[in-house]
């Protein structure tokens, strides 16, 4: 008796943040589109409103989409979020 467990139901893990957080306004609410082609992807803000668009290359992902918008943001100096102070 009582043997059975109920069943947790674990959220699995994804590869992928569903969100990013903004360059701009620093929450976690961009959300990157990749085009149906694979090809293109849209990186947009839905707290500040940043929108920007960025070509993909073969093997590309929503990962350098929002890197590209890190970078055009930042500039080409990566700026680890971890060394504030
Ligand atoms: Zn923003």
């Known amino acids: 008796m009582g043997r059975r467990r109920k069943k947790v139901v674990h959220i699995p893990k994804k590869k992928l943040p569903k969100f990013f957080s903004c360059p701009m306004c620093g929450k976690e609410t961009v959300r990157v589109e990749i085009s149906r082609a694979g090809d293109n992807a849209l990186t947009q803000c839905s707290s500040c409103g940043l ?35």
């Open 51 to 85: 929108k920007e668009e960025f070509p993909l290359k073969t093997a590309q992902g929503a990962v350098d989409a929002y890197c590209m918008l890190t970078d055009k943001i930042y500039g080409p100096t990566k700026t680890p979020p971890a060394t504030e102070q």
